[in-house]
């Protein structure tokens, strides 16, 4: 797991810190409750400012493209993931998450998502997604409307996982 700052002021730093200190040990929590591997997993940690930037340079690289998506949404999360050439991409705002413990759930919550990208077919569901927001294929609409319900379903399982946060309680 590579965690790296990124364009971070240095008032963040205690939330660069947070991330470092417990990334290891949510990606164990996750890894056992799940019964799923992470696989690779960078961590790229922002501010507001700069959050959409990372998500989208992520993305970017995911797809190949040096251009914007077409729709510039969804990018006012405390955490973002999208998948790699060797794995995942989390991107987690540490100014928006006001605790130590909302830094917890927002990893544990992404770190979920890298592990379901591993799961069969999702990661190919989710590369065709990138490519239809970026304009390089477009999606059929019954394979849209798939990617979306496949979507809210990883979201609603994301957030069942986050009350596992609770057990990070002793690491300050």
């Not at 190949?64 to 999208?82: A, C, E, I």
């Not at 605790?99 to 770190?111: A, Q, V, W």
């Amino acid at each position: 797991m590579q965690i790296t700052p990124y364009k971070l002021d240095a008032k963040h730093q205690a939330g660069l810190e947070r991330v470092e200190r417990v990334a290891d040990n949510c990606s164990g929590i996750v890894i056992r409750e799940l019964r799923e591997r992470t696989g690779h997993v960078d961590i790229l940690v922002t501010s507001r400012r700069h959050f959409a930037e990372a998500v989208i340079s992520a993305e970017q690289q995911a797809v190949d493209v040096g251009h914007r998506p077409l729709l510039d949404d969804g990018y006012d999360n405390w955490g973002f993931t999208t998948v790699s050439s060797r794995g995942a991409v989390l991107v987690v705002d540490v100014e928006s998450c006001r605790s130590d413990r909302e830094i917890d759930r927002t990893l544990i919550h992404e770190l979920v998502h890298a592990a379901q990208f591993r799961r069969s077919g999702i990661r190919d569901l989710v590369l065709a997604g990138l490519r239809n927001n970026y304009g390089i294929h477009q999606l059929a609409k019954s394979e849209a409307k798939r990617l979306n319900r496949q979507i809210a379903a990883h979201e609603r399982e994301a957030g069942r996982y986050e009350r596992f946060a609770r057990q990070l309680r002793h690491f300050h």
